[in-house]
């Protein structure tokens, strides 16, 4: 072969440098339009929901004569709690823990809620007796409408401490 002759084969042909810079190229614009797209959908996800009462931001938990004194049914769909205090008052608690907001199940033979991230632990109305979550349960609106309960799960109600104003009686 003469000089000529290799030096069009040499031009022709790819190097394997040059196709890997390419491919590295190309993946690296495939990463960046996915990144992309993961944050335009972060981004827009929660503006497509409409915002206020809707069907399900209204529980019926049902009769009030259907929950027993000094007990805790769980509605997994609202997910909160409904407390029945011993004076026959109600409490919707919210079921996120106020430390991590780690889901708190109700340990009945105990009668309180321990949360199994970090040991926080609340009484039947929601308030903190083993740290070190920082303050009380959320609680949720209640309204008694004939002998019926219902709780408003649209937004919870962040609370410092528990008061005796915030039980629902029927």
């Not at 491919?23 to 990144?35: N, P, R, S, T, Y």
């Not at 509605?75 to 011993?86: H, K, P």
């Not at 026959?88 to 105990?110: D, M, R």
Request: charged share 20%.
């Amino acid at each position: 072969m003469t000089e000529g002759s290799t030096n069009k084969a040499t031009v022709m042909e790819p190097s394997r440098r040059s196709f890997l810079s390419k491919l590295w190229i190309g993946l690296g614009l495939v990463a960046l339009a996915e990144a992309v797209a993961v944050v335009f959908t972060f981004l827009r996800s929660n503006k497509s929901k409409p915002r206020g009462v809707d069907s399900h931001s209204i529980v019926t938990a049902g009769a009030v004569s259907t929950f027993e004194v000094n007990s805790v049914t769980a509605f997994i769909r609202g997910r909160f709690y409904l407390a029945r205090l011993e004076d026959g008052g109600f409490l919707a608690l919210s079921s996120k823990c106020t430390h991590l907001g780690c889901t708190v199940p109700w340990v009945g033979k105990e009668m309180k809620f321990a949360c199994p991230c970090h040991g926080s632990a609340y009484d039947i109305a929601g308030a903190v007796i083993n740290p070190p979550a920082p303050r009380p349960l959320d609680i949720y609106p209640i309204s008694i409408e004939n002998n019926v309960v219902k709780v408003d799960t649209t937004k919870p109600i962040k609370r410092d401490q528990f008061k005796v104003s915030q039980v629902i009686h029927p």
